[in-house]
């Protein structure tokens, strides 16, 4: 299963220790950059990678920056994204139990990256729960047309 993973300047770093470890565990990634520590504005990561996941050319994304917030902010504006900004294991665990979240945001000023692997491979590795949660999910898109 291949992952898109992009970071602003903020995430760069973290972007680049979670690619060997992506391979690590045994996933293919494409990276949509950035290249460098060279400041950029998150918004045009997070769009790319959203829109790779809204036609399902790729399940799953990740996205960093220095909180996740903005990158979650932007790639939920894209049609069937569900982008959850992750801190614990538990919340990664949930957010793919409950909500389908199929991008995970991490903030590289935030957690350290041992703890974005650990919430990474929970992440990737915990299937979608369905049954009541699948109506749910198809409100969240029916009501905001998004
Ligand atoms: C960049 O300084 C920072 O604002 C960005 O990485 C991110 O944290 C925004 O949410």
């Given amino acids: ?3 898109a993973i992009a970071s602003d300047h903020a995430g760069y770093n973290m972007k680049e220790e979670l690619k060997k470890y992506l391979n690590e565990l045994g996933f293919d990634y494409k990276d949509f950059g950035t290249n460098s520590s060279e400041s950029v504005d998150y918004p045009d990561y997070a769009v790319e990678v ?3 996941i809204s036609s ?3 399940k799953y994304g990740i996205l960093i920056c220095g909180t996740g917030i903005g990158m979650s902010i932007a790639a939920n504006k894209i049609m069937g994204v569900r982008a959850a900004v992750c801190e614990s294991q538990e919340s990664a665990k949930y957010s793919r139990l409950h909500n389908d979240a199929n991008i995970l ?8 990256i041992d703890k974005a692997k650990e919430i990474t491979k929970i992440f990737l590795e915990t299937e979608f729960e369905g049954g009541r949660h699948s109506k749910r999910i198809q409100k969240i898109h ?3 047309g998004i």
Avoid: S
Avoid at 105 to 112: E, M, P, Q
């Fill in 1 to 3: 299963m291949k992952v």
């Fill in 50 to 52: 959203a829109k790779v």
């Fill in 56 to 58: 399902k050319d790729f």
């Fill in 105 to 112: 945001c991490l903030g590289a000023r935030i957690i350290t």
């Fill in 142 to 144: 029916q009501l905001t």
